[in-house]
């Protein structure tokens, strides 16, 4: 009976993350030159086409720890379109999602050369998603009516837009995810219509040399709960030969603190993520690595997350790439 207790108590969390969480989560990939995965208003944004391909763990040593896998690819058509899609899986204890996304950008060129990036484009993502619950290993010695002792699944749509601004090294993002207040019946405890995340990030590369530095920054807003999370992140590029080889550092904070009781004595913590992050981009292939790892007092897991990402560069011609260093844009 504790077990099952132990089982609910996990199960009623993930939920109420899951519903935070609705689609994809945002960790860190971004940095990666995957802004696409985040605002579909970058889908194209360059003359050729994008691949990428994360993977992310957390916790190894912890059973039916959270995981997530990501497919994205986009491409510019024409000379003021781009379109994109994205598979993903994510799972988290018993609770998981799969979804599809597909995009459609459309893009401004603000300047009579197209060399010289001044870009306002603005996407839409049109996703269908397919949740899922699996209570099969819910056990108990007597009948509990919330536990239906299946797989519940539902499956539902929603849409994102997105807005971005790309001029030379500068750049601005705004993008609303889960527009849609969508129901489902698959938690008999609770259920939640508003998904609504509000993203907003900016960021500048500095130096035109052979060392480049890019500090930027990102805002998070979850409607429902009113959680409000800060990434400040700084990366570095040093071209060597034909590669570029860059790291960087994100900080991520939550503006709201959750109390708790130890020894007696209350406090309160907030989220803080320190995440370091390297790659290395050889002609059109692209690695990277980053490894999360959570600050404070109360943890689930003293372990970090990890997260790799490859990815790879398609269809421009040397000519055809933007006069800046901005590799979110250049392919």
Not at 21 to 33: K, N
Not at 101 to 124: E, V, W
Request: charged letters at 20%; one cysteine or more.
């Amino acid at each position: 009976m504790k077990k099952l207790q132990t089982l609910l108590i996990l199960s009623l969390f993930f939920a109420t993350n899951m519903r935070a969480q609705e689609g994809i989560p945002v960790y860190f990939d971004y940095l990666a030159d995957n802004y696409y995965l985040v605002y579909p208003s970058m889908a194209g944004i360059g003359q050729g086409g994008k691949l990428r391909l994360t993977a992310r763990k957390q916790w190894f040593n912890v059973d039916e720890a959270p995981s997530l896998q990501t497919f994205n690819a986009h491409f510019r058509v024409g000379e003021k379109s781009g379109v994109g899609g994205i598979l993903f899986n994510d799972s988290n204890g018993y609770h998981s999602q799969t979804g599809f996304k597909g995009t459609y950008a459309h893009h401004l060129q603000l300047s009579s050369d197209f060399r010289n990036l001044n870009q306002l484009s603005f996407g839409m993502s049109v996703g269908v998603i397919l949740s899922s619950l699996d209570e099969t290993e819910f056990r108990s010695v007597i009948p509990d009516p919330v536990i239906t002792g299946i797989k519940n699944t539902s499956s539902y749509f929603n849409l994102d837009l997105g807005v971005s601004y790309n001029y030379l090294e500068f750049y601005a993002h705004g993008a609303i995810l889960n527009i849609l207040g969508t129901g489902r019946d698959l938690y008999t405890v609770a259920e939640f219509d508003n998904l609504r995340r509000y993203l907003l990030s900016a960021g500048y590369i500095f130096g035109k040399s052979d060392f480049r530095v890019e500090p930027s920054i990102l805002f998070q807003l979850t409607d429902f709960t009113q959680e409000k999370t800060i990434d400040m992140n700084a990366k570095v590029y040093k071209d060597v030969g034909n590669a570029t080889v860059w790291g960087g550092l994100s900080y991520r904070r939550s503006f709201d603190g959750a109390q708790f009781q130890q020894n007696g004595t209350f406090g309160e913590q907030r989220l803080q993520l320190f995440t370091p992050i390297v790659g290395v981009n050889i002609n059109r292939f692209m690695f990277s690595y980053n490894y999360s790892y959570q600050s404070g007092d109360i943890r689930f897991d003293n372990g970090g997350f990890h997260q790799i990402t490859l990815g790879i560069d398609l269809g421009e011609k040397q000519e055809n790439r933007y006069d800046c260093y901005c590799p979110a844009a250049n392919y």
